[in-house]
C-alpha cells in the first residue's frame, strides 16, 4: 500500500510540472498582464515556465510585456495564435509577424502572428503593414 501511495505521488509530482500548453477557455480566461477576457482566437498567447506554468494573454504585446516584467521566471514556451488558423498556438520564436493597422488586435498593437512567412507576405499583400521575426518584433515592443 505504501509503495502504491509512492508511485501514484510521484506520477502526480511529475506531470504537474510537465512543461506544455495549457487550454485557453476563451470568453472565460483573463489575460495574465491586463487582466481583460481572452475571447479573441486569432491574437491570444502563452507563455510557459521551465516549471510548466502557464500564463495566457489576450494580445501578443501583453505576453511580452509580462515576460519584461518578470524576468526571474525561466521561460520555456513562448507560443501565440497563427493568425490564419484561430486557435492554433505556434512557436512565437518561429512565427513570423506583421504589423498592420488595418488588422486591428486587442491591445491597439494591431500585432498578428503567422506560422509561415509565405501566410505573413501573402496577409501583408492584401492589408499591407510590417513584417518581423521573433528578434525584431520584441526589439519594436521595448522602443513602445
Known amino acids: ?17 510537465e512543461v506544455k500548453p495549457k487550454k485557453i477557455n ?5 489575460c495574465s498582464y491586463c487582466n481583460m477576457t481572452i ?12 516549471k510548466g506554468r502557464a500564463y495566457s494573454f489576450d494580445a501578443i504585446e501583453c505576453m511580452v510585456n509580462y515576460h519584461k516584467e518578470h524576468t526571474d521566471q525561466a521561460v520555456a514556451l513562448y507560443l501565440v495564435n497563427d493568425f490564419k488558423n484561430p486557435g492554433e498556438l505556434i512557436d512565437a520564436t ?19 502572428a503567422f506560422n509561415s512567412q ?3 507576405e501573402k496577409t501583408q499583400a492584401e ?4 513584417r518581423y521575426n521573433w528578434e525584431e518584433l520584441k526589439s519594436v515592443l521595448k522602443k513602445q
Not at 1 to 17: D, E, H, N, R, V
Not at 26 to 30: H, L, M
Not at 40 to 48: F, G, N, P, Y
Open 1 to 17: 500500500m505504501k509503495s502504491t501511495l509512492s508511485i501514484l505521488f510521484l506520477a502526480l509530482l511529475f506531470t504537474a510540472c
Open 118 to 120: 509565405q501566410e505573413a
Open 39 to 50: 475571447v479573441d482566437r486569432q491574437h491570444a498567447s502563452q507563455l510557459v515556465t521551465d
Open 94 to 112: 518561429k512565427a513570423t509577424y506583421l504589423i498592420s493597422p488595418e488588422i486591428p488586435s486587442p491591445m491597439g498593437a494591431n500585432l498578428s
Open 26 to 30: 476563451y470568453g472565460s480566461d483573463n
Open 127 to 130: 492589408y499591407s503593414g510590417e
